[in-house]
């Protein structure tokens, strides 16, 4: 009709991005974690034990783990338990971690980690500012930690 609205303006949607998970298990190797992380990937949620523990005395899992962040590649530990959170400070393998630069994602369920991220990422916010987010809760995602 010509009395019709003129069409809206939608911007154009950013590429999907590239977000995994990856279930830590009993005998898990460096080089399947390797493998997994050679995708061109730029997040990847990390399904760990108990507190957010991946497999103790496996120095190159960890070196893996690293060598992904170091190449921009944001990981975010989450518990593989139905309730808890992950408290990287709690056992020497998560102290691991957290110095590969593996994030907490506290209490954040596995689905909504691998939501967020990738409304994040489709936002095309710097990697930093992603990484300071994914410990803020946006919707109730996660609860907020005592700074």
Do not use: W
């Amino acid at each position: 009709p010509a009395d019709a609205a003129p069409p809206a303006a939608v911007p154009t949607p950013q590429p999907m991005p590239v977000v995994g998970a990856l279930r830590v298990f009993p005998g898990i190797t460096a080089q399947l974690t390797r493998s997994v992380l050679a995708t061109p990937l730029n997040a990847l949620v990390l399904e760990a034990y108990g507190m957010g523990n991946g497999p103790s005395r496996n120095e190159a899992f960890v070196e893996a783990l690293a060598e992904a962040v170091a190449r921009g590649v944001t990981i975010v530990d989450c518990t593989q338990c139905l309730r808890g959170t992950v408290d990287l400070s709690g056992y020497a393998t998560g102290a691991d971690l957290a110095r590969a630069g593996v994030l907490s994602g506290y209490d954040t369920t596995v689905e909504a980690a691998l939501a967020k991220l990738i409304f994040l990422y489709s936002q095309a916010l710097p990697t930093d500012t992603i990484r300071e987010l994914m410990g803020v809760s946006l919707c109730g995602e996660v609860t907020p930690q005592a700074k």
